[in-house]
Each structure stands twice: as C-alpha cells, then as structure tokens.
C-alpha cells in the first residue's frame, strides 16, 4: 500500500494495480458510466494494441480490487472508519453505510421540540436496473454486507414469500403501465433473475433504501424499500424517539392521479446507462456497483446541499421580512 499499490487479494496477493489505475476506473465508471470490462479492455490495448492475444487477462482480480476499493472509500467517506454513528447518531444503526440527507429534518440533529413538519418519502421502480441469471459467482458476498441501501437478502426473500398478491386491479389510465410492465418482463426472451429495483428517497432526492424487484412494482417491494429507509434512518418498529413513530409519507401516484411528485426520476437519466452491463453481473458484484453508483449520487446531492440551504434560508428571511 506504501507503494501505492492495491493487492487483488490480501491472502494471496499475484496480482496488484496501481493507486492511479483503481482512481482513474472509479471516476470514469462512475461519471462515464463506462463499463468495467470496457475500461479493462482499453488498459489491454495500451499495453500492447497488436498482439491483443499475449497480454495477460487479470480481470476478474481486478473486480475483486475494484469492489474491495470502493468499500474501503465508502468506509472513508461515510466515516465507517472512526465510528462516527456510534458517536453522532445513535438512532441509526451503527454498521450503516450510506450517505444521510442532511437537510431533512430530525429531532436528534438538526431540530428541537415537536415535529412540524414530517419528511416526505418518494419512491419509484426503475426497470432498466434487471438482471439475468447466471451461473457463476453463487459463493460471492457483498462487500457490504446488508448494511448499506439494499436489505439482507435472505430476510428480504422471505418477507415476498410471506406476501399474499394483491387482488386488486389498477384501473387509473396514469398508472395502467404497471400491468404492461409485469408483462413484458415475464415474455422476455431472456429470463430475468430480477426485473429491476426500487428506491425510496428523501424529497431532497437523496437516495435512503433500495430493492430488487422479482416480478412487477408490487406493493410488496415498495413496503420493503420503505421499511428498509427507516430502518437505516432509525424508524425501526422498536424505536420510539420524539415524533419518530409519527412519519408519513407520500406516494408517486395518489389515488385520484392529480398529483404526480416525479423528482425521484431524475436519477434514473444516469442509472439507466448502469443498468446495461449490471444485468450481466451475479449478485453481489451488482448490488455492489448500484451501491457504488448510489453513494456517488448522494455524494453530489450532499456537497451541492449548501447552496439548497442558503437558497432556503434567504426564502426564510424574505418571507419573514414581508410578514412584519
């Protein structure tokens, strides 16, 4: 590491890539949205764009260090590595890994007394996020290992299987889509493992949970995308902090379709590029990349807060300016 060199494997290390490399893949893949085999592929053709065949073919270790290098940044920079959940917010879970919305409102941090007002949750289905089956990586695990926006995969199955479906037929002419989505990903030609993800946020867009959708945008998904939100933001079932258990929220579509809050699509535009090479991927290298892609996201979203912040305080000063 002192050579800034980073192993592809700590127990036995062949194979190791350099500091400049593992940045230089982070931003083109996360900004660029290129591919992983593609950016591998271009280093190939650097070291020699003749005799393609006699260059070595490190690949799949590189993968293995790629991950291993944006667990470790996300350790970093969600402060995982000084604890400091265990310190500043007690009410979430320690191990979580994600990037808090600093501007919505909570009692432990950022407001005193009651609660006013309650933050709104929106939510979406993306199905450009699906993923084939595969064949290999059975034995691969997350990085993260169910403590970042995608829930623990063995208890989030078993919730679905608990589910009864939903007898009930949408009949607003906004929404009908839904049917033709569960359609369409059931006459694929290709049978998909999972037909896409979805993800609750904040109304700050800031990404809070995620998760795979097996069949169409039923409820059940979206009930497990928002238990898994305030479960890392600390409206776990057993906590009761203030107003914590007093929490609304509010959907895309209403009953009466007059309302359509779509501010979470917009950070479909960048992950629908991602869908195109995750859906190749197994299971944990996928859940690994949208955790990546997430956290860079909120990342953005985080350090162009200040601005929203101060736009809102002059909004605050004008008003009361105008009352007196």
């Known amino acids: 590491m002192r050579a800034q060199l980073f192993p592809a494997s700590v127990a036995e290390p062949e194979t190791t890539f350099t500091f400049t490399v593992m940045r230089e893949y982070d931003l083109q893949s996360l900004q660029g949205k290129i591919a992983a085999y593609n950016y591998f592929l ?32 996300a350790q970093i920079r969600l402060g995982g590595i000084f604890n400091l959940n265990k310190q500043y917010l007690l009410h979430c ?15 432990t941090t950022n407001m005193l007394g009651d609660w006013e007002k309650t933050p709104l949750h929106l939510r979406d289905g993306n199905f450009k996020l699906s993923q084939f089956h595969k064949n290999s990586g059975a034995d691969d695990k997350s990085m993260f290992r169910g403590n970042s926006y995608f829930p623990p995969v063995q208890p989030y199955k078993e919730f679905l299987a608990s589910t009864k479906k939903s007898a009930y037929v949408v009949k607003c002419g906004h929404i009908k889509v839904i049917n033709q989505q569960h359609n369409q990903a059931l006459q694929t030609v290709v049978p998909k493992k999972t037909v896409g993800v979805v993800s609750t946020a904040c109304s ?17 998904h979206v009930d497990a995308s928002y238990a898994r939100a305030y479960t890392l933001y600390g409206y776990g079932d057993d906590v009761k902090l203030d107003s914590r258990d007093m929490i609304r929220h509010k959907h895309t579509y209403n009953a009466q379709c007059d309302l359509a809050p779509n501010s979470i699509e917009q950070l479909w535009i960048e992950f629908n590029q991602v869908g195109g090479y995750t859906r190749q991927m197994n299971d944990a290298n996928r859940e690994d990349t949208i955790i990546a892609h997430i956290n860079n996201w909120n990342h953005k979203k985080f350090i162009n807060s200040c601005e929203s912040l101060i736009c809102c305080l002059d909004l605050y000063f004008d008003c009361e300016t105008n009352h007196r």
Do not use: G
């Not at 979580?96 to 919505?104: G, R, V």
């Not at 700050?204 to 059940?220: C, G, K, N, P, R």
């Open 204 to 220: 700050h867009v800031f990404i809070l949970a995620a998760t795979d959708m097996y069949s169409a945008e039923s409820q059940a």
């Open 93 to 107: 879970p320690p191990e979580a890994m994600i990037n808090y919305c600093p501007i919505c409102p909570d009692p």
């Open 42 to 73: 271009s280093l190939c053709h650097l070291t020699d764009n003749v005799h393609m065949d006699q260059v070595n073919d490190p690949y799949q270790p590189f993968m293995l260090a790629a991950r291993a290098w944006r667990y470790f940044k």
